[in-house]
C-alpha cells in the first residue's frame, strides 16, 4: 500500500500501461520533459523515450488528428489535451472521426485512443481553464466518457480506459490531483471501468455526482447525517455508457434523487439522469428528480467562481428542496 | 528522431538589426529607423516605455507573488519587440493581441489595471476594444489572428486602404507567439489574408518557448519565412532592438495601409521569465541560454546608446526611474482596491437580450443568497 495523490496515481497508471503494451503512446503539449503542466506524466519521457512520449507541436486538432493515424497503424495514443477549454480546436477531430470511424468502417478500424482532460474549477485561473464540456462528449455517440474522483480510481480507471478498445474521453477533476492522498493497492481487483460505485449508503435521499463534485456530495452528507439525515452517495465515474442499475436500485429505496455537476444546468448530465430516473424509477418517486449545477452562464472570473460552482450548501438546499415535496 | 531539428546556433540567426547589444547604430540596406524631427527624443521615448512597462511586469509578478493576482503572464526580455511595434501604430490601426502584450497595451493608452483586472479574475479582460484599438487578450492560442484577419477585411469594405489619407488608411496587427504558428488558426489566417490581400500584419514574437517547447518543435525553417509559401513577405527583426522593431513594424503597417497586403514580422526575442508565473522554467532549459540572451537585453543597448552618445543625462534616468516607482505604487494599490464583483453579475451580459429562463435563474439565486441573510 502507498499513500499517493490523484496526480501521483495517474501518473503510476500511465507508466503501468506503457509498460504492459509497448503500443501505448502519450501525446500533448509539454507532456514530456517538463512532464504536463500538472505533471501527470512526469518522468514518462525520461524513461519510455521521446518516440513514446510525444511533446506535439501547439495544435489540438494535429494531436487528435494524428492520433487517428496512430490508432490506424496500431497504436494506442494517450492524448493530453491541457485545459478543458483547449479541446475545442480538436473538437471536429474528436466527434467527426474519433467517434465515428468505426461504425463508418463497420468495424474494420478501431479507435483505442484516450483523451484526457483536465476539467473543472475551483483553481482560481483564468477563463478556458475551469470548463467542464462533458456533456458535448457524452452526447456523442461512438465515444464513451469517464471521470474518475478519488486517486485509487484515478490509477484503475486511466489503464483500463486505455486497455478499451473504444475512444474514452477521460475527464479528470484537476482542483483534486494534489488535494488529497490515498491509500492505493497496486495488487487490488478494480471494478469494471463502466460502472457506477455506491460510496456511502443512506435512506432519505440519494446523491449522484462524478469527478470533483464527489467530494462536496461526500462532504454534504456527512453534514446532513450531523442534522439526522441519511444520504446515499453514487460517484456515477461513467458518463457514457451511464451506468443507472445502481441509480436505480438507490432512489426506488429513498424515493428522491439531486444530481449535482460543474457544468451548465441546462442539458447537462443531470438533466439525462433525471429524465432516465423518471422514466424507470416514477413510482417510487417521492419528489421530482433535482439538480444542481452550474449556472446557465460562461464560466465566470475567479472572484467570484465559488459562487457559480455547487457547493455543500446548494448541495443541501437541493436535499430539503426534495424532501420538502 | 530529433536529427532534423535546426540546431540552435547563434551563426543561423540573420535579422535586421539597427543597434547592436553593445549599444552602436549600425545600417541596414532595406530599413532605417524614422525617429522624426526630434529622434534623441523619439528614442528617449522609447526608452522611458521600455522602463515602465518593464515595472509593470515586475510589479504584477510580486503582486502574484503577495496573493494579489492569481495568474502572471510575464513579458520580461519582449519589451522592445512590444514598445518598438506598439509605437509604429497610429490611432486608427487596430490591435489584436495574445495574453502577454502589455508592452503593447501601454502603448494603446490601456490602464494596465485593466490587465491586472483579468489576472486577478475580477474580470475577464473586459475592456471596450474599440476605446482603445485594442482588442482583448486571447488565451486560446492563436483564435485572435483569425479576427485580425476579419477586422483587416473589414476596413477594406470601408475603404480605408490605399486612399493615401494618412489619418484614414488603416492597418491591423495580429500579435501571437512561435508556438502558436502551429494552431490551425492561425495558418488559416494567412490564407484568408493572403486570398484577400487584407491589410493586416502579422506579428509573431519568437521567444524561443512556447511553455516547454523549444521553437524547434514547431518550426524546422526560421518563422519568418513561412510567409513565402502563403504568397506574402516575410521579415526577421531583431526583436530585442527597439530601434530595428520600429522600422519594420513602421514598414509592414504602410505597405498594409497603402494596399498592398499582409506581411509577417518575426520578431526574434526571448521570454527571460518564466510562462506564466506557475511555470518552473528549470525544468526544461538551462540558465546559459537565459545568461545568453541576458546580454542581449532590449533596454540596456539603449541606455548605452543615450548615454554614450550624451543624449540623454543622469537627470533623464533619474526621472524615469521616479516615474517607474510612482506607476509600481499606483498599480500595488489599485490592485489591491479593485472590487470583486457581485455575485449575481454572474447573470450579466451572457447575451445582449437577456432571456427569461436566466432571468428566472438569476432571481432563483438571489432568493437562495438571500436565504443566508440573517442565518449566520
Ligand atoms: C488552444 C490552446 N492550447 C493550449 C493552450 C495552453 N497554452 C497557453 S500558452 C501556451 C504556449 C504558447 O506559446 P507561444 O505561442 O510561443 O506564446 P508565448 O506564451 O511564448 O508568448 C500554451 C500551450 C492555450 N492557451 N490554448
Ligand atoms: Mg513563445
Redesign the pocket.
Known amino acids: 500500500m502507498t499513500k499517493v495523490t490523484l496526480a501521483k496515481a495517474l501518473n503510476m497508471g500511465l507508466r503501468k500501461a506503457m509498460e504492459t503494451d509497448p503500443k501505448v503512446l502519450i501525446m500533448g503539449?509539454?507532456v514530456g520533459k517538463l512532464g504536463g503542466v500538472f505533471r501527470i506524466t512526469d518522468g514518462l519521457q525520461k524513461d519510455f523515450g521521446e518516440d513514446r512520449v510525444i511533446d506535439s507541436p501547439?495544435a489540438?486538432s494535429g494531436i487528435l488528428g494524428t492520433a487517428v493515424g496512430l490508432a490506424m497503424r496500431g497504436f494506442r495514443p494517450v492524448c493530453e489535451i491541457?485545459?478543458d477549454g483547449?479541446v475545442y480546436?480538436a473538437y471536429d477531430q474528436i466527434v467527426s472521426q474519433v467517434a465515428k470511424l468505426h461504425f463508418r468502417t463497420q468495424g474494420a478500424i478501431k479507435m483505442p485512443m484516450v483523451i484526457r482532460i483536465p476539467f473543472g474549477g475551483g483553481i482560481g485561473a483564468v477563463e478556458?481553464h475551469s470548463e467542464s464540456p462533458e456533456a458535448q462528449f457524452a452526447h456523442t455517440p461512438g465515444l464513451k466518457v469517464v471521470s474518475c474522483s478519488n486517486p485509487v480510481d484515478g490509477y484503475w480507471m486511466i489503464q483500463q480506459a486505455i486497455a478499451h478498445d473504444d475512444p474514452v474521453v477521460f475527464l479528470e477533476p484537476k482542483r483534486q490531483y494534489h488535494a488529497d492522498k490515498a491509500d492505493l493497492d497496486e495488487e487490488a481487483t478494480p471494478p469494471p471501468l463502466f460502472s457506477s460505485k455506491v460510496l456511502r449508503t443512506g435512506s432519505d435521499a440519494t446523491l449522484l455526482g462524478y469527478g470533483p463534485m464527489v467530494k462536496t456530495l461526500m462532504k454534504a452528507a456527512e453534514a446532513a447525517a450531523g442534522e439526522g439525515r441519511s444520504l446515499e452517495v453514487i460517484d456515477l465515474r461513467t458518463l457514457s455508457p451511464l451506468d443507472m442499475g445502481p441509480v436505480f436500485e438507490s432512489v426506488r429505496k429513498t424515493g428522491r434523487a439531486v444530481v449535482a455537476h460543474e457544468a451548465h444546468t441546462n442539458l447537462g448530465m443531470g438533466a439525462e439522469i433525471a429524465a432516465r430516473i423518471t422514466e424507470q424509477c416514477f413510482y417510487s418517486l417521492q419528489a421530482p428528480v433535482l439538480r444542481v449545477g452550474g449556472f446557465d452562464t460562461p464560466y465566470p472570473p475567479a472572484r467570484i467562481e465559488e459562487e457559480y460552482l455547487p457547493d455543500l450548501d446548494r448541495v443541501l438546499d437541493a436535499v430539503d428542496r426534495t424532501m420538502g415535496f | 528522431m530529433t536529427e532534423y531539428l535546426v540546431p540552435r546556433a547563434e551563426g543561423d540567426v540573420q535579422y535586421v538589426q539597427l543597434l547592436t547589444p553593445e549599444g552602436y547604430r549600425v545600417e541596414h540596406p532595406d530599413y532605417a529607423f524614422d525617429g522624426g524631427e526630434d529622434e534623441a527624443g523619439t528614442i528617449r521615448g522609447f526608452y522611458r516605455d521600455m522602463v515602465l512597462t518593464r515595472r509593470i511586469d515586475t510589479e504584477s509578478t510580486a503582486l502574484q507573488r503577495h496573493g494579489e493576482l492569481g495568474i502572471w503572464a510575464q513579458l520580461l526580455g519582449q519589451e522592445a519587440a512590444q514598445i518598438g511595434s506598439g509605437r509604429a501604430l497610429r490611432p486608427q490601426d487596430y490591435v489584436f493581441p495574445?495574453y502577454?502584450e502589455h508592452g503593447v497595451a501601454y502603448c494603446r493608452g490601456l490602464d494596465p489595471l485593466r490587465l491586472l483586472g483579468l489576472f486577478r479574475g475580477v474580470d475577464q479582460g473586459a475592456w471596450d476594444p474599440h476605446v482603445n484599438n485594442f482588442a482583448n487578450y486571447t488565451?486560446?492560442?492563436?483564435a485572435q489572428t483569425l479576427h485580425a484577419t476579419g477586422y483587416a477585411m473589414g476596413v477594406q469594405r470601408d475603404g480605408a486602404v490605399g486612399t493615401g489619407d494618412a489619418d484614414r488608411d488603416t492597418a491591423v496587427v495580429a500579435y501571437?507567439?512561435?508556438?502558436?504558428s502551429s494552431?490551425g488558426d492561425v495558418n488559416e489566417s494567412f490564407i484568408f489574408a493572403a486570398s484577400y490581400n487584407a491589410p493586416v500584419v502579422f506579428f509573431c514574437?519568437n521567444?524561443q518557448?512556447?511553455?516547454s517547447e523549444p521553437i524547434e518543435r514547431q518550426s524546422r525553417i526560421p518563422l519568418y519565412q513561412r510567409a513565402r509559401g502563403f504568397g506574402f513577405p516575410g521579415v526577421r527583426v531583431d526583436g530585442n532592438d527597439v530601434l530595428a522593431v520600429h522600422a519594420v513594424t513602421q514598414a509592414a503597417l504602410q505597405y498594409a495601409r497603402e494596399g498592398n497586403g499582409p506581411t509577417l514580422v518575426e520578431a526574434y526575442t526571448y521570454?527571460m521569465g518564466a510562462?506564466t508565473t506557475t511555470d518552473d522554467p528549470t525544468r526544461y532549459r538551462l540558465t546559459d541560454e537565459v545568461e545568453y540572451w541576458k546580454l542581449r537585453d532590449p533596454i540596456a543597448r539603449v541606455k548605452v546608446y543615450l548615454t554614450r552618445n550624451g543624449l540623454a543625462d543622469h537627470d533623464f534616468f533619474e526621472d524615469v526611474e521616479r516615474e517607474a516607482e510612482e506607476l509600481g505604487a499606483r498599480l500595488r494599490d489599485g490592485c489591491r482596491a479593485l472590487p470583486d464583483p457581485s455575485p449575481l453579475s454572474i447573470f450579466d451580459q451572457v447575451y445582449a437580450e437577456q432571456t427569461p429562463e436566466l432571468e428566472a435563474q438569476r432571481d432563483e439565486f438571489a432568493a437562495y443568497l438571500d436565504s443566508f441573510e440573517g442565518a449566520h
Open positions: 503539449e509539454d501547439l489540438e491541457q485545459f483547449f480546436p478556458h | 495574445t502577454r488565451i486560446v492560442i492563436g501571437f507567439g512561435d508556438g502558436a494552431q514574437q521567444n518557448w512556447a511553455i521570454r510562462h
